[in-house]
């Protein structure tokens, strides 16, 4: 299937507009340079580096290309393969080893080998123009810049960037999602969720331990900014003079309406994702855990079973419905994910807006306990009214015998 492909980059550009703004004259440039750099390679269709023999395609190998501060990848020079030693550039090290651990991740949680799912080759990029603010998926490969070193530090140093940006090439291989509107903003999210569990997996941490951060390691230690994106908590990853305030929502009443054009947010797809961010999120930490198990496939599937078009509520009504496929009618896995829509404004399709709320409420009973534990107190509240029928039956025999 033919699939129109775009730039898909980890820093939204609003915030490097939001630079340009800035009274330090450096900064403005650097931030100018940036965008200016990713128009132009929006325009033109990028081509792959030809290099005869480097590296056979299939098992997701590896290679990592130097661009020496060009912005023209087919002059970038091997720098590592997949059967390389180690190189003593630690942005080709940390470069080649993000790949790995993604590809690793599909391939251990999901059974995906690569993100095409037929063993595609895994390119990477480093040193990227100079001082260039962003990484970024192409369609082919990962693109990395080295930051100015004044607001960004190397986009290699973030786990969770590296799996993000290549989780926009499985997304592209399976549903296809359109890179604007409501389906852009699914795009950004699912590369977010997997981007997080990417890094989760590989710290083996729960869902209680994960910080649910996008982009964590990209600002410099003197930028007041916990990342660029809070899953946890939408519109709260920064608030500073610099960015402004983080603008995601959590919920649709605060849905961010805005032109679906080149030069802007493609109508707010790195806005609007936070919305079905924190749906993850709230369905996570219902179901507890580790959140690449049951909620991670429960998304997976959703991806796969989706297409190009697919908004926000048709997307919430697959995974509900792929909740129940995997694990059953009503089962706590399901009633997350009906909660955790519900949370952020959207009604899960067919159901009664009474009953769902019942069932929300069921699933966040005993102070915000998992379905499974929410279960195990109904039953036992249930168990209790039966006894107190059967020693009421007791008495009323009692006294019909008197």
């Not at 679906?260 to 493609?266: W, Y």
């Not at 909620?295 to 926000?312: H, M, N």
């Not at 419905?321 to 399901?334: I, N, V």
Request: glycine content about 10%; proline content about 4%; hydrophobic content about 40%.
């Amino acid at each position: 299937m033919s699939r129109t492909r775009h730039l898909q980059c980890i820093i939204p550009p609003h915030l490097l507009e939001k630079l340009l703004g800035s009274d330090d004259s450096e900064m403005r440039q650097v931030a100018l340079n940036t965008l200016m750099t990713t128009a132009r390679l929006r325009g033109e269709r990028t081509v792959r580096a030809s290099f005869a023999g480097v590296a056979t395609l299939g098992n997701g190998r590896r290679t990592v290309f130097d661009c020496r501060h060009s912005t023209q990848l087919p002059s970038a020079v091997l720098v590592r393969s997949e059967d390389g030693p180690e190189s003593a550039d630690p942005s080709v090290d940390h470069a080649f080893d993000g790949l790995g651990l993604t590809r690793d991740f599909y391939r251990t949680v999901f059974n995906r080998d690569s993100i095409d799912g037929d063993g595609m080759r895994l390119d990477a990029f480093v040193h990227f123009g100079d001082a260039y603010n962003n990484a970024f998926w192409d369609g082919q490969e990962m693109v990395f810049g080295d930051g100015d070193g004044k607001l960004f530090s190397d986009f290699t140093g973030s786990t969770d960037v590296i799996g993000h940006e290549l989780s926009h090439g499985v997304t592209e291989n399976t549903a296809g999602l359109k890179y604007h509107n409501q389906s852009g903003a699914l795009n950004e999210s699912m590369s977010d969720v997997f981007g997080s569990l990417v890094k989760q997996w590989s710290l083996k941490q729960s869902v209680d331990d994960a910080d649910w951060l996008i982009g964590p390691d990209i600002f410099t230690p003197g930028i007041d900014a916990d990342a660029l994106r809070s899953m946890k908590a939408p519109g709260h990853a920064y608030d500073n003079d610099l960015f402004g305030k983080d603008p995601q929502p959590d919920h649709m009443e605060h849905f961010v309406k805005l032109p679906d054009t080149e030069r802007g947010d493609l109508g707010g797809v790195h806005i609007n994702s936070g919305i079905p961010n924190k749906a993850f999120y709230l369905a996570a930490t219902r179901i507890g855990g580790f959140a690449w198990e049951a909620p991670g496939l429960i998304w997976y599937e959703s991806l796969k079973a989706s297409d190009a078009d697919t908004q926000f509520q048709e997307f919430a009504n697959t995974t509900y419905r792929k909740a129940a496929e995997l694990f059953g009618d009503e089962s706590p896995e399901q009633l997350a994910v009906l909660a955790a829509w519900q949370d952020v404004g959207i009604q899960i399709s067919g159901i009664l807006a009474g009953v769902a709320r019942a069932r929300s409420l069921a699933a966040d009973r005993n102070g915000g306990a998992g379905p499974d534990k929410v279960l195990t107190t109904v039953s036992q509240q249930i168990g209790a009214l039966a006894a107190q029928v059967t020693g009421l039956a007791k008495d009323v025999t009692a006294l019909k015998s008197r």
